[in-house]
């Protein structure tokens, strides 16, 4: 029996179940470059490009390995551009017996491999994706019967089950969680080593000029590339990070330095999320820093808390809740996305700080993320798909099943507190305190009102009062509305309107 084994963009693993049932000998793995999947949404230049030619890579070391490698570029001829064509091309070309795939990160993609037994006559495996620590039945087994989901409870559970920062049954250092001990605001004085950058070779240049001219209109700078595009390199960026960076990741986790897009983030999702590094490795890497005694524990542990704990979470949220999760929308958010969502270009600092480095690097952390962006979106009252559809196409290490519960949830509170108990709104005081941008903003972060006050400050009251009847009664929020309730109905009144204003200035279309 030979068997064709279809390995995606974001499976670039060589422990991939699909890759342990084959015989290299005589089966075939097939990779392919499709339309479809670089433009379902438009993707930033530099994430179609990464992909690719991590892509060609992984087909030289699968080559390297003994394995039979049919990869289909994006100018060969006869390319269907969507992976079912694809599939059915390649059974006309190597007749299999049977097909095997491991478990998409996709709904979407989940869909159409569902029908592929139908639709082609044969045998079809959809293996579970074992590179994840949880698996999709054992996070339904645990989210069972539970009022709400809590990321703390199941994260504490993976500690144990994996034996990560252990003593006994009991966490090491006494507590489950260090993060109030994480997140000082950013000195003046922040020195931050250099990240290695990778070479470019034959493979990524070919890349690169295909993406120049195939997705010119996508969003997003193509150069300087600078992204690892083999597991070796990504190897090394990742060893960068756990012997220059992860002693101070801690304390500078939620702090934003205009200039500085990465302080001490490790910027390996978009390596973890395609599969050039794992996450248990990651995880037992970052504890060995403790135990070699070279980084503090609240560090390493806020670390793998990201990723044995949020990572894994988000992931069983999105296959516990879809398909049904994706159209969520609790707060009844309407307004059009913003243009300079797309340009960068507004007074706001700390929004064009974001945007402009999205734009750059297909990366932003995670604060910038949720307390720019993200909480821009809310307190504007942003429409989800929109916003979603825009985080999906602009970060390098973003596919649904960690874009969506991330958006809609973390950052949107769309669905109605599933990821988060409240939802994380912040006036301009939060972005003041963790980071240097409000310094140099053309707004004042100490004004609500008037024509030079920081938009945060009206629109985050703006939040407050709107959705009063939804969270009123929340015992988190119940601070926020005394203190609101408290103010002088007058002061009131002209924050609202210049809310108001603000909101009806705000244009989704380019400005010609
Ligand atoms: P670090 O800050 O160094 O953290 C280490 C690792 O922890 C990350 O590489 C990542 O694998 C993991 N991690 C941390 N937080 C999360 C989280 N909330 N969910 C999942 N993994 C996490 N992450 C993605 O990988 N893809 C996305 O599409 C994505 N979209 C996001 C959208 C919004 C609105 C928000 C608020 C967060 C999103 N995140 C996403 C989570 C997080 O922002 C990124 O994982 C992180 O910024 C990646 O940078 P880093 O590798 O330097 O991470
Ligand atoms: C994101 C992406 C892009 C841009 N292109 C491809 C591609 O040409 N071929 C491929 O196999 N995968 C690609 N991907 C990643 C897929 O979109 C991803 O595998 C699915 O969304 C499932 O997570
Ligand atoms: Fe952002 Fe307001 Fe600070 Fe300007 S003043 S950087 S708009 S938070």
Redesign the pocket.
């Known amino acids: 029996m030979t068997q064709l084994c ?6 670039l693993s060589l422990n991939l179940p699909s890759l342990q049932r084959l015989d290299p000998a005589k089966d075939v793995v097939l ?8 433009t ?1 949404v438009k ?1 930033h230049k530099k ?2 490009a990464f ?2 030619a991590a ?1 060609r890579h992984f087909a030289e070391e699968l080559g390297g390995q003994g394995y039979k490698v049919d990869y289909v570029k ?1 100018g060969d001829a006869h390319n269907t551009h969507s ?1 079912t064509g694809e599939v059915q091309r390649a059974i006309a070309r190597h007749k299999p017996d049977a097909l095997v795939v491991t478990e ?3 709904w ?2 989940m869909e159409q491999m569902k029908q592929w037994e139908t639709q082609f006559g044969l045998p079809v495996s959809i293996l579970p994706d074992t590179r994840f620590l949880c698996s999709i039945p054992e996070f339904n087994t645990w989210a069972h019967g539970r009022k709400q989901l809590r990321m703390e409870y199941f994260y504490r559970e993976m500690r144990q089950r994996h034996n990560l920062l252990m003593k006994g049954d009991k966490p090491v250092g006494g507590e489950w969680n260090f993060d109030k001990e994480n997140r000082k605001s950013p000195p003046k004085d922040l020195y931050i080593p250099p990240r290695p950058v990778p070479e470019l070779d034959e493979i990524t240049a070919d890349v690169l000029a295909l993406v120049r001219t195939e997705f010119a209109d996508h969003f997003g700078d193509l150069e300087p590339f600078d992204f690892a595009v083999t597991r070796s390199a990504a190897k090394k960026m990742a060893a960068h990070f756990m012997h220059k960076l992860l002693p101070q990741f801690g304390d500078y986790q939620d702090a934003m330095v205009a200039g500085e897009a990465y302080l001490y983030h490790s910027v390996i999702s978009m390596y973890l999320n ?1 599969g050039l590094l794992d996450a248990l490795e990651l995880c037992q890497q970052a504890e060995a820093q403790y135990t070699e005694g070279n980084a503090p524990l609240p560090a390493v542990e806020g670390f793998i808390r990201q990723i044995l704990g949020w990572r894994e979470f988000i992931r069983g949220v999105y296959w516990h809740k879809m398909p049904k999760y994706a159209e969520l929308n609790e707060l009844n958010a309407k307004r059009k996305l913003p243009w300079f969502y797309w340009s960068g270009e507004t007074d706001m600092r700390c929004m064009a700080e974001a945007i402009g480095q999205t734009k750059q690097n297909a990366y932003a952390h995670h604060i910038q993320r949720l307390m720019v962006t993200g909480n821009f979106a809310l307190i504007a009252g942003l429409d989800p798909k929109e916003v979603c559809e825009w985080y999906l196409l602009v970060y390098a290490d973003a ?3 960690v874009e969506l519960p991330n958006t809609l949830g973390m950052a949107l509170f769309a669905d109605g507190g599933v990821v988060g108990s409240k939802p994380y709104a912040s006036s301009g005081k939060y972005i003041n305190r963790m980071s240097n941008y409000c310094k140099g903003c053309k707004y004042s972060v100490e004004e609500s009102v008037g024509d030079n006050a920081c938009p945060f400050n009206a629109l985050y009251w703006h939040f407050i009062e709107r959705n009063r009847a939804r969270f009123k009664t929340n015992p988190r929020m119940s601070t926020m509305y005394a203190t609101w309730d408290r103010m002088d109905a007058g002061k009131r009144q002209a924050i609202i309107a210049q809310a108001d204003r603000f909101l009806a200035g705000l244009s989704h279309e380019k400005e010609s």
């Not at 279809?6 to 499976?11: E, I, K, M, S």
């Not at 990779?31 to 999947?37: G, M, Y």
């Open positions: 279809l390995v995606l963009g974001d499976q990779l392919v470059e499709v339309r479809a999947e670089a379902y993707h994430k179609i992909l690719f892509m994006l992976f998409p990160g996709e979407r993609v395609c596919y649904e099943w």
